[in-house]
């Protein structure tokens, strides 16, 4: 009998780690099998193992322009082994994507003050009630633990701008929901600084600005703290000091966990490329730079590889395609080009999409923050408030397609 069990027990282990290696689209059919697999799956062992097993592996993310479907999209990867793009699992044909955090999605109806927080592959959605005050989506931020995944998020709507100081300052009136609470509380948040456009990107619990009336600096504020009422102000490294120079491109993005701040200089002979990685002590660290060859052109910015800072991608003004260079081997290739190669064809390009998002960018002559959508290496469920019940895809289709169509009749009624 006791052979027997450790030959029982040493089959579990074999499955498990079988089990491990498999992408987790794979994986999460295996839940409904047995109560016992489910329960190994669902085992923070069986967690840990799995991001272990696949610490190299890629997974699945897209560059997005805010609101609209992929620019860039990577899917089938080892990770998750998806068959289609990031957007193709979003209704974003009936709602807006109004940003991401460690996975989650954020969405929102546009005639509707509630939203909708999810994973889209997972098909987890819960419904944000709206809050006591009109108000409009400002960001989703999370908090995580020590290995990376999510214990809870916050949703942030901005209800008023109070321009302070004679023009020079503002202070912010938001309304923040809470995973944890399931309610909306309201603060106000001062910064030193007007900010001229309130499209913003977020790492973890902290919201940051680029777009100021003061130039070559960025502003923060830490939704997880509440240390302080007040943004805090990170100057830009190397940062022209007069003027635009149009030269000059830069642009924030995250890659590895850290907010990365990119930028190219075109010069006679070649694009200087320069990459700074922001520290938790609020200082920039070089960690490229290199000059990139003219031969295909002047080169703006578009964001780092979330899993990997050797590797950007960059748009060509003058042929108008997406570049991914690594930095540290010096290849490049033009991405949507190699449709026939089997090596690329998990890499789908928006080309049209694509083309209107940067030629909008460099004609607004204004820094590159393009929404950075990237899957967990987890398959964690969305972190669900008290008294909130889960919804799938469909019920938020068929919800947001019911608030329209009232939407329509009540217009044709007042008409």
């Keep these: 009998?006791?052979?027997?069990?450790?030959?029982?027990?040493?089959?579990?282990?074999?499955?498990?780690?079988?089990?491990?290696?498999?992408?987790?689209?794979?994986?999460?059919?295996?839940?409904?099998?047995?109560?016992t697999w489910k329960s190994t799956i669902e085992s923070v062992y069986f967690r840990r193992l799995f991001v272990s097993v696949h610490r190299k592996s890629s997974t699945s993310w897209s560059l997005m322009w805010y609101g609209q479907k992929d620019l860039v999209g990577f899917h089938g990867c080892e990770t998750w082994g998806l068959p289609k793009s990031l957007s193709f699992y979003i209704p974003s044909s009936l709602c807006i994507i109004e940003g991401s955090s460690h996975g989650l999605v954020l969405i929102s109806e546009n005639d509707d003050d509630c939203c909708f927080v999810g994973n889209p592959v997972l098909q987890q959605w819960i419904k944000i009630p709206p809050p006591p005050v009109h108000s409009s989506v400002f960001g989703l931020v999370s908090r995580v633990d020590d290995d990376g995944f999510v214990l809870g998020f916050k949703v942030v709507k901005l209800a008023e701008v109070i321009v302070t100081?004679?023009?020079?300052?503002?202070?912010?009136?938001?309304?923040?929901?809470?995973?944890?609470?399931?309610?909306?509380?309201?603060?106000?948040?001062?910064?030193?600084?007007?900010?001229?456009?309130?499209?913003?990107?977020?790492?973890?619990?902290?919201?940051?600005?680029?777009?100021?009336?003061?130039?070559?600096?960025?502003v923060a504020y830490d939704f997880y703290s509440e240390i302080s009422d007040q943004f805090w102000v990170i100057p830009l490294?190397?940062?022209?000091?007069?003027?635009?120079?149009?030269?000059?491109?830069?642009?924030?993005?995250?890659?590895?966990?850290?907010?990365?701040?990119?930028?190219?200089?075109?010069?006679?002979?070649?694009?200087?490329?320069?990459?700074?990685?922001?520290n938790n002590d609020s200082t920039w660290q070089l960690l490229w730079k290199i000059g990139l060859p003219s031969l295909i052109g002047d080169y703006v910015p578009m964001a780092m590889h979330p899993f990997d800072s050797d590797i950007v991608h960059l748009w060509s003004q003058d042929h108008r395609h997406v570049v991914s260079w690594n930095l540290r081997t010096q290849k490049n290739r033009i991405l949507g080009a190699e449709d026939n190669d089997e090596d690329h064809k998990d890499c789908y390009l928006n080309q049209p999409v694509c083309e209107e998002c940067m030629d909008e960018i460099c004609g607004c002559k204004a820094s590159v923050r393009l929404l950075q959508l990237v899957l967990p290496r987890w398959m964690e469920s969305v972190p669900c408030p008290p008294q909130v019940e889960m919804m799938n895809t469909a019920s938020v289709i068929s919800y947001v397609t019911s608030m329209q169509e009232t939407m329509i009749r009540n217009w044709l009624h007042q008409g």
């Excluded at 040493?10 to 099998?33: C, G, H, N, Q």
């Excluded at 944890?180 to 030193?192: F, Q, R, S």
């Excluded at 600084?193 to 100021?212: E, K």
């Excluded at 635009?244 to 930028?263: C, E, H, P, W």
């Design 1 to 35: 009998m006791e052979t027997r069990n450790r030959t029982i027990h040493l089959t579990d282990a074999i499955w498990t780690e079988i089990l491990a290696r498999l992408p987790l689209r794979i994986i999460a059919r295996f839940k409904s099998v047995s109560k």
């Design 237 to 278: 490294p190397d940062h022209p000091n007069h003027g635009f120079n149009s030269d000059f491109k830069g642009a924030l993005t995250t890659s590895q966990g850290f907010v990365m701040y990119i930028r190219t200089l075109a010069q006679s002979s070649s694009n200087v490329f320069k990459a700074w990685r922001l």
């Design 165 to 218: 100081n004679n023009y020079v300052s503002c202070s912010l009136s938001v309304f923040v929901y809470s995973s944890e609470t399931g309610i909306w509380t309201c603060k106000t948040i001062h910064c030193p600084y007007q900010i001229t456009n309130f499209g913003s990107f977020t790492l973890d619990g902290t919201i940051y600005f680029d777009h100021l009336s003061e130039p070559g600096v960025l």
